[in-house]
């Protein structure tokens, strides 16, 4: 999703996108990329979109490799990260970027994308002729939390353990959901964001002296490792 909103936004502006990954790349790739648009920026007028996925897995002085070129608007810098920005990126970078939250999806909109996908005969499960019961539905919603990604890869495992009916038909039910599913997985990470919004849940639950919120939120972060 977030490749695709950077392709829109380079698409909009008419712009030439080019995408790697922290991950993968370093400062030498960088270099390779700003060579590149310097030449497509005097030969052809264009101008460059770069999209850096995992920005946060970048050190300081690879992060620094983009300022010079940044400043000058050679490249339009698109980051994406998992991670508070506000720790994993260098100030100066920040400060000449915008933050933009992507928030989860709600389970409104995860179930409109499901059935979507269940009609869609060329991008999802049309040609399947699969129903699916409401309550399974939910479960699918529930279980995906706020992820859309997920909610498909979850939605196709369950179509494919349902075996057709004599027309051809198949029916997802609640218990076809919970095998393909296994298990609910759950965001936590040891020492990031996600950690720290769990356990600030817990104290608050314990000053509030609410004894059943409080276990509940040690029961998640222990169930989610």
Do not use: C
């Not at 179930?111 to 479960?139: C, F, N, W, Y």
């Not at 990470?189 to 600030?200: A, C, R, T, V």
């Amino acid at each position: 999703g977030k490749t695709t909103l950077a392709r829109i936004m380079a698409g909009e502006t008419k712009s030439h996108f080019v995408s790697f990954s922290a991950v993968l790349s370093g400062v030498k790739e960088i270099r390779a990329v700003v060579e590149a648009a310097e030449r497509r920026q005097r030969e052809e007028r264009v101008k460059t979109v770069l999209f850096v996925d995992e920005i946060h897995r970048f050190n300081k002085a690879q992060q620094d490799a983009f300022l010079p070129h940044v400043e000058s608007g050679l490249i339009t810098l698109i980051g994406a990260t998992t991670e508070n920005p506000s720790f994993e990126v260098i100030a100066p970078l920040l400060s000449r970027a915008r933050v933009l939250l992507l928030k989860p999806f709600t389970e409104e909109e995860l179930s409109q994308i499901l059935e979507r996908a269940l009609k869609d005969p060329e991008r999802g499960l049309g040609t399947m002729a699969v129903e699916i019961e409401p309550e399974a539905l939910d479960h699918l919603v529930w279980a995906a939390d706020g992820d859309a990604r997920t909610a498909l890869n979850s939605l196709e495992a369950a179509a494919t353990l349902v075996r057709p009916d004599e027309g051809g038909a198949r029916r997802i039910t609640r218990a076809n959901v919970e095998e393909a599913l296994q298990k609910k997985l759950l965001q936590y990470d040891k020492g990031g964001e996600e950690h720290y919004n769990l356990i600030s849940a817990l104290h608050k639950s314990l000053r509030g002296s609410d004894p059943d919120a409080a276990l509940y939120w040690l029961g998640r972060m222990l169930a989610a490792g």
